[in-house]
């Protein structure tokens, strides 16, 4: 083992007196940046030793300026190192370079010095860098090391032999200054800006074998400064030195820079699509199905910690199909398991429930449902061409790291499809569904701080801006408060953005400062005001996507509901149609609103006005469809009796007869505050 | 009767310089300002900002090209350095557009004269050009790294980024020093968004320009315009990723029924008035350079644009 803590101490000593000893003079050719670290730290050019020495005590003894200093003095006295050796890179090639990495051709730089174990193990570690998109940049015995394992360098297999000596690594370092130079829009001598840039954006690593002398020890631990992790793969034992098995150095220092590959191409025998999204495989099609009541299964998708999940991996637990008899009904459980620094337990089931459309985008597998009632057949077509239960989990772990590239670092799925197995594995997945249940139910408006807005309808209703509030869903239906966080996860700058709530101005109304100031500014100035629990003043706006209209009907004194499906006359004397025609395009009606069909279950909804004491009347099949759920909120508020009371078109078509029975039945709304 | 404006802008669109001269390390004689608008266009007397301007657009393979241009302009359009050339001394735009509409045509594979054609027709003209490079995220790597390279230090505008592919372009932008339209499908959200994701890889704001996608008149044009007031007025009242130049161009416009079936005998006139009609209401709606490819719509178009900024409307006729 080499300390090094102690060669760096012995290292800087000794470029220390070469420093003293330096003479002559030098420059590098075919470049505007002089010697560029030195250039990027101090805003002066060096040409001449004194100058160097200047610089040097400038930086505080900076070993990277030091190292720059007496490569570039030695490549002037010796001449370049002869081919395949490219010594310091020109500008021109630079320019392609970060052309690439700005690109997206190249997705990370790394830098490898000294002396791998063996010629196959330097092999085995540039061809993962290859095949990971990272630009490689050698120094020192490993070029040596691959020329006998008989692998090919030079920039066009993105392996660039800097120098034969780990010293000439000090042009990766001399790269990334002038890339932040170029590109960055960093000034010579803004040494803070450089590392900040270095840090933050170039995603750089260095991986270190045997061989290098104390100074470039010294050199090397000094790239850290610049954020460049450094992993030692033998040898070195230094705390700040990050120590990996060769093998797992790239996958390391990439998850360190949070550099990610991104899948295209998923390899399974079968197209995936989601222009098979709407297909379905009917029963004399179909080779094996799972669920649907026919069997035990369930579907899960559990977040893990990092280092838990080993990306791509697909385990198949019990019968394959070949083991299947054609036409069979087999019990499936299917846990996703993912990993990502972003990752958080709440998004687990709006994940899974993507589940449901990855597995229809595949040209012979089918999916309805969820959770323990899903129900997944896979065609005869797709088995005759070879697709087997393993290549659900290929598609799902595959699709699941293209479409949340940000979200997710590593994905792997295991399916069971022994009984035994499935209905024990599912007594878990139950328990994690209802404290799901539980939380998402739990969750109030006043738990937390941050609403997401979400103006996607803009396109068409330009002022328009919806608020989410994890009691309020989008208008639309489509949207909950964990799906708009969620959305503002993977893309930061789309349609659905954070809204701290601010300060109460109204609590019964739900109006907020921030609310408010959000909503005149993402409204281009025409909503001044909104409350998300009012539908008399300041109410939301309306695109055009709403689930259901609710509107007040003064001669009853209360508020009737009418759903986008219900096509007939209401007691408004408007059908849903016409009503949306008046109430869309981003205006703000008081009186109307737009809203989901589960915000009717919400405490929120109609808060200012009472509550749901006020709903008078609703098409029965939007009843029907809440039935349970509206039964049980309003025996929760102990008002049981208000389910038979609130009318359908059953009972009333117009206001009259409406009126007429809410008298009979005696409705409450009858008798609350006046409304107007 | 100059127009005045009751709004209270807060915010100032972004000035952005087109094109090098040799002072500043390109060929150009001159490079030309946009932008600056603190108010709609052509209000005040003299109206806010930098009067818009007129690109002439060419392109380097002229089967993709409409006929009404080609039929007029001849052979010449063979060969598009020759062709620049002319446009620049007989036509009289501001600036110059080559579309690479070579790289456009199917089964193109081989980018290597890109950076041939960029260089001739930069070499026989000296306005500022904006370039028009491949709309295929699998040939944008080569074809814009090829075309900044060729045009490197003539401050290009290269187009055009698209939120699915816009980081071949940005990156030719900031590796060689040119500029970006940022285009987005007559959509706001999607404008602000793309010019959030130039700027996160490290693009200026001063370095992109907007173009909302304009459809031909009677074909969309209604949409574009009322996307571009849009765009104009979030800016004006503040928001700094929509405060850009815009920039419009109608492609279909000399494709549409009424001049393609037009009587040969009104072709031409059919393709002026339309281009014509297309491209002065976009500079009342904002735009900064408006792109057209007869050079008859020229003249008429400078008339028309120099009366709105003079003020004149109905009463200088």
């Known amino acids: 083992m080499i300390s090094v803590d102690d060669a760096i101490v012995s290292g800087k000593r000794s470029l220390d007196s070469r420093m003293e000893q330096l003479s002559g003079v030098f420059s590098y050719e075919e470049t505007a940046y002089h010697l560029p670290v030195t250039y990027a730290l101090t805003g002066k050019a060096v040409h001449t030793a004194n100058e160097a020495r200047e610089a040097y005590q400038a930086t505080e003894r900076n070993p990277l300026v030091a190292c720059e200093c007496l490569v570039a003095a030695e490549t002037a006295a010796r001449g370049k190192e002869p081919a395949p050796y490219t010594g310091f890179i020109p500008d021109a090639v630079l320019r392609t370079l970060g052309y690439s990495l700005v690109d997206g051709s190249i997705l990370g730089l790394v830098l490898v010095s000294g002396k791998p174990p063996s010629p196959d193990a330097a092999a085995a570690l540039c061809r993962e860098l290859q095949e990971k998109y990272m630009l490689t940049f050698l120094s020192g015995e490993i070029i040596s090391s691959l020329g006998e394992a008989g692998v090919k360098v030079g920039a066009e297999y993105r392996l660039v032999p800097l120098g034969s000596r780990p010293s000439s690594g000090i042009h990766f370092i001399d790269i990334l200054a002038r890339v932040a130079m170029m590109f960055g829009g960093v000034t010579p001598g803004d040494a803070g800006r450089l590392l900040s840039y270095a840090k933050e954006r170039a995603k750089a690593i260095s991986i270190v074998f045997p061989g290098l002398s104390e100074e470039e020890t010294a050199v090397h631990d000094a790239f850290r400064l610049l954020g460049i992790p450094i992993l030692s793969a033998g040898e070195y034992e230094g705390e700040q030195w990050i120590r990996v098995s060769p093998a797992d150095a790239v996958k390391t220092g990439m998850d360190l820079k949070g550099i990610k590959v991104s899948v295209t191409a998923i390899p399974i025998p079968m197209a995936c699509s989601p222009a098979f999204e709407g297909k379905s495989i009917r029963k004399e099609d179909m080779y094996v199905e799972f669920g649907g009541g026919r069997s035990p299964a369930f579907e899960l998708l559990r977040c893990r910690p990092e280092g838990e999940v080993m990306d791509g991996m697909v385990r198949v637990i019990g019968p394959e199909i070949g083991d299947l008899k054609e036409g069979s009904a087999v019990p499936l459980g299917l846990i996703v398991e993912v990993a990502g620094k972003n990752m958080r337990r709440e998004y687990e089931p709006v994940l899974e429930r993507r589940i449901h459309n990855f597995i229809n985008y595949g040209e012979g597998s089918w999916h309805v449902a969820q959770r323990d009632i899903i129900w997944v057949r896979i065609s005869k077509e797709a088995v005759a061409r070879g697709v087997r239960i393993e290549h659900l989990g290929k598609l799902l772990a595959a699709k699941f790291r293209i479409d949340f590239p940000d979200l997710l670092d590593s994905v792997q799925v295991t399916l069971i499809t022994d009984e035994q197995n499935v209905v024990a594995a599912r007594k878990d997945a139950e328990r994690i569904y209802e404290e799901r249940d539980e939380r998402i139910r739990g969750m109030k408006d006043t738990d937390v701080d941050t609403y997401y807005s979400c103006t996607l309808c803009q396109t068409f209703a330009p002022n328009h801006v919806c608020i989410i509030t994890p009691e309020r869903p989008a208008l639309c239906g489509a949207i909950s408060w964990l799906d708009g966080r969620i959305a503002y996860e993977i893309s930061p700058a789309g349609a659905n953005q954070p809204v701290p709530k601010g300060k109460e101005i109204d609590a019964a109304r739900g109006e907020f400062e921030g609310v408010n100031r959000f909503v005149k500014k993402a409204s281009h100035g025409e909503v001044e005001r909104c409350s998300l629990y009012s539908i008399m003043e300041y109410p939301m706006t309306c695109c055009g996507c709403f689930e259901c209209i609710a509107l007040m009907l003064p001669e009853v004194n209360g508020f009737m509901v009418v759903n986008r499906e219900y096509k007939g006359e209401t007691p408004s004397g408007m059908s849903f149609s016409t009503l949306a025609g008046t109430i869309g395009g981003g205006a703000q009606t008081p009186g109307f609103a737009g809203i989901s069909k589960n915000f009717i279950l919400s405490d929120r909804f109609l808060q200012a006005e009472g509550g749901i004491s006020r709903l008078v009347w609703m098409p029965s099949a939007l009843k029907d469809e809440l039935s349970g759920r509206l039964r049980q909120k309003l025996a929760e508020r102990g008002l049981s009796s208000l389910y038979d009371q609130i009318a359908t078109e059953k009972e009333a078509v117009t206001i009259e007869e409406l009126a007429g029975l809410l008298s009979r039945t005696g409705h409450p709304a009858l008798t609350m505050k006046q409304l107007l | ?317």
Not at chain 2, 83 to 103: I, Y
Not at chain 2, 227 to 245: C, N, W, Y
Not at chain 2, 253 to 281: F, G, H, I, Q
Request: with cysteine; aromatic share 6%; charged share 25%.
């Open chain 2, 1 to 317: 009767m100059a127009l005045s404006t009751l709004a209270d802008w807060t915010g100032e669109i972004g000035t952005v310089v087109l094109g090098a001269s040799r002072k500043d390390g390109g060929t150009r004689t001159a490079s030309i300002v946009i932008g600056g608008e603190r108010d709609l266009p052509y209000i005040g007397n003299p109206p806010s900002g930098h009067k818009p301007l007129i690109a002439y657009e060419l392109c380097d393979d002229p089967s993709l090209w409409p006929a009404p241009v080609t039929g007029h302009l001849g052979d010449i359009t063979g060969d598009p350095a020759a062709w620049a050339k002319k446009a620049e001394q007989d036509f009289g735009p501001d600036l110059l557009k080559l579309v690479l509409t070579s790289t456009r045509v199917r089964g193109f594979t081989d980018p290597v004269p890109v950076s041939a054609t960029v260089e001739a027709v930069l070499q026989a003209t000296s306005l500022p050009l904006i370039v028009e490079g491949s709309i295929d995220p699998e040939l944008d790597s080569e074809v814009f790294r090829r075309i900044g390279e060729a045009g490197e230090g003539e401050r290009l505008l290269l187009g055009t980024a698209e939120a699915g592919r816009y980081r071949s372009v940005a990156a030719a932008a900031m590796a060689y020093g040119h500029l970006v339209i940022a285009q987005s499908p007559i959509d706001i959200n999607l404008a602000k968004q793309l010019n959030i994701l130039l700027r996160e890889i490290g693009l200026p704001h001063d370095r992109i320009v907007i173009d909302p996608y304009t459809g031909a008149l009677g074909y969309g044009f209604e949409y574009s315009y009322s996307v571009m007031e849009r765009i104009r007025t979030s800016a004006l009242k503040g928001d700094t990723d929509l405060a850009m130049p815009m920039i419009s161009s109608a492609p279909d416009t000399l494709s549409v029924k009424e001049v393609r079936e037009a009587d040969p005998a009104r072709m031409a006139e059919m393709a002026v008035a339309w281009e014509l009609y297309s491209m002065l209401p976009s500079t009342v709606a904002g735009a900064s350079v408006v792109c057209v490819r007869h050079p008859s719509t020229i003249r008429p178009l400078r008339e028309g644009i120099d009366a709105f900024w003079e003020g004149k409307g109905e009463e200088g006729r």
